[in-house]
């Protein structure tokens, strides 16, 4: 027996030997932060490779002093409040943040864990997303520049071409004040196409600011409907919904995209019926026409960027973009759009919001 047993503790010793190394292999080569601190005292207790090389030998200081620069005492950022309340661990804490230190931005995961002596310490495992926040930044600009600079021209064309067009009728010239016209038209047109591009990338990002405010949907729909096409465009509204709290320009852009693809799928002399109505606590807007319908494996992609049915670009051009934009609006005012269809047969687009 007792020949035995330092055999067994020399295997058991070597296996966790091993194991060690290897945990240490994998943990010492991440290029994240990890470093554990106390709760209350803010000492740090345990930093990893990575963090060290970024800060130094920061064990046994204040996280305060140690990781962050310029501040006389804890962080007024500090997050130890969230990780335990009532003597509880809490989920984790994610958040980001720009180092004061290095400057560089973080994907922060705090955390309550046990130590080793018992007690619930601090933990944060912290991700470099710098390049990504530089990207956003680009972006930003870029999405500024479209939206700023590249409209102004467009407005100043479409300003001088309704001048023109004015003065070409005056000077009795309907044929060229129709030229003038159709310029007009087509600057409008571009003017919309950047608008929608820019929203789209901001929906996409989550940085579109919606400019919410009393809208009548019922109102809002007719006039749309009427100025489509009033004469294959039926619009009913047995329960009028109270004002709802949306984007007016926004959402306006989704029906006018739902009654276009409605159009543009659809027989020539077809009917497209809209509803708008109550169900439950939502208002419910409905368009359904009788047209070339979608195929039922696509269905579930109609909603996504750029997807456009097979030979949907026979059929009329688009970028497939309308109803991936439609969506991210509708639920950016906390709705949702979903559709029945069937091929040969027509669609049905029905969009739900909350009432309140
Ligand atoms: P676009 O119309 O510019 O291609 P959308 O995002 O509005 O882009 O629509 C995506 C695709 O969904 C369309 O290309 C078409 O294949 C299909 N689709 C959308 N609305 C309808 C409809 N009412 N009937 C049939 N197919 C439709």
Redesign the pocket.
């Known amino acids: 027996m007792s020949a035995t047993a330092p055999a067994h503790d020399t295997t058991v010793r070597t296996a966790l030997l091993e194991h060690f190394r290897q945990f240490a292999a994998v943990f010492d080569s991440m290029n994240v932060i990890v470093y554990v601190a106390d709760l209350d005292t803010h000492e740090v207790l345990f930093v990893n490779p990575y963090t060290e090389s970024l800060f130094g030998s920061v064990v046994g200081k204040k996280c305060w002093q140690a990781l962050q620069a310029g501040q006389p005492g804890p962080c007024p950022f500090c997050s130890n409040h969230r990780l335990v309340v009532d003597g509880r661990p809490q989920p984790p804490y994610v958040w980001e943040f720009q180092n004061t230190v290095t400057g560089r931005w973080f994907l922060c995961i705090d955390r309550a864990i046990r130590w080793t002596d018992g007690r619930l310490v601090r933990m944060e495992v912290a991700v470099d997303i710098t390049a990504r926040k530089e990207a956003d930044a680009l972006r930003e600009q870029i999405l500024s520049l479209i939206s700023h600079d590249l409209r102004n021209p467009l407005c100043g064309m479409s300003s001088a071409g309704q001048n023109l067009r004015d003065r070409l009728r005056e000077l009795g010239q309907p044929e060229l004040a129709q030229v003038a016209g159709d310029l007009v038209s087509s600057a409008h047109r571009m003017d919309a196409l950047i608008e929608e591009l820019v929203d789209t990338v901001r929906l996409h990002s989550g940085t579109l600011q919606l400019r919410r405010a009393p809208v009548d949907l019922a109102a809002l729909v007719r006039g749309l409907a009427f100025a489509m096409d009033r004469r294959r465009i039926s619009v009913d509204a047995p329960v009028e919904p109270p004002p709802l709290h949306v984007d007016a320009s926004r959402f306006a852009r989704v029906v006018e ?2 009654l ?3 159009l ?3 027989p020539a002399d077809s009917n497209i019926e809209v509803t708008v109505g109550i169900e439950g606590e939502e208002a419910v807007l409905r ?1 359904r ?1 009788h ?4 195929a039922a494996e ?1 269905l579930p ?3 996504t960027r ?8 026979k ?12 969506r991210l609006i509708v639920e950016a005012h906390g709705g949702r759009i979903t ?1 029945e ?1 069937e091929p040969g047969r ?2 049905c ?1 029905r969009v739900a919001l909350p009432l309140s």
């Open positions: 995209n739902l276009s693809n409605a543009k799928y659809s368009v026409d047209g070339i319908g979608i696509d992609r109609v909603f750029f997807f456009r049915a097979s030979g949907a670009q059929k009329a051009p688009g970028l497939g973009l309308g109803l991936y934009g439609a559709v269809s027509g669609s687009f």
